[in-house]
């Protein structure tokens, strides 16, 4: 997967807007793949579901807090990529009290599709996800892999080792 160009797709994501007024000052906002990773290095991570446990408690708990670290590697952002909708992903990253990973919704699985890592985990009843990974990506260029082992549909696991911060940081 090294010095491959990442998928060019269109996420669809909800975007607070204080001039709307109201409960739910969100609109929606289109952003491309280029928007995300064009002129800049950033790490993508990407998870099977938000408010998962491991995803949840460890992985993107553990990128926020090393952020800085990554940063001084040269790192410009870090992102969080999940199989769900804007509306989701949001309402996880409020839930972490993020500051430092942005989260990227691939609601419809097209982005994961294309990197070839969309997995069935229906033996969850979670449907379509994404399989555990983490990349850096140089200018849309992704330039380190880090896949979990046993890449299938409905895996009995979930294997986190590799695609760890702690993992990713001493690889880079």
Request: aromatic share 14%; hydrophobic share 35%; with cysteine.
């Amino acid at each position: 997967m090294i010095n491959v160009k990442v998928p060019q797709v269109v996420f669809r994501t909800r975007v607070r807007d204080e001039s709307i007024g109201g409960d739910n000052p969100f609109k929606w906002e289109d952003k491309t793949t280029e928007e995300y990773f064009k002129s800049k290095t950033a790490i993508l991570f990407s998870l099977p579901g938000a408010f998962t446990p491991t995803c949840s408690t460890y992985q993107l708990p553990d990128f926020e807090k090393l952020a800085g670290q990554f940063y001084d590697k040269g790192i410009d952002a870090i992102y969080c990529l999940s199989v769900n909708d804007a509306f989701v992903m949001n309402a996880w990253g409020k839930s972490q009290n993020l500051e430092n990973v942005q989260l990227i919704p691939d609601g419809s699985g097209e982005f994961s599709r294309k990197l070839g890592m969309l997995i069935a985990k229906d033996n969850l009843g979670f449907g379509m996800r994404s399989w555990r990974y983490a990349a850096i990506i140089k200018d849309q260029i992704i330039t380190h892999w880090f896949e979990e082992p046993g890449f299938s549909d409905n895996h009995g696991q979930d294997p986190y080792t590799v695609s760890a911060p702690q993992y990713v940081l001493e690889n880079m």
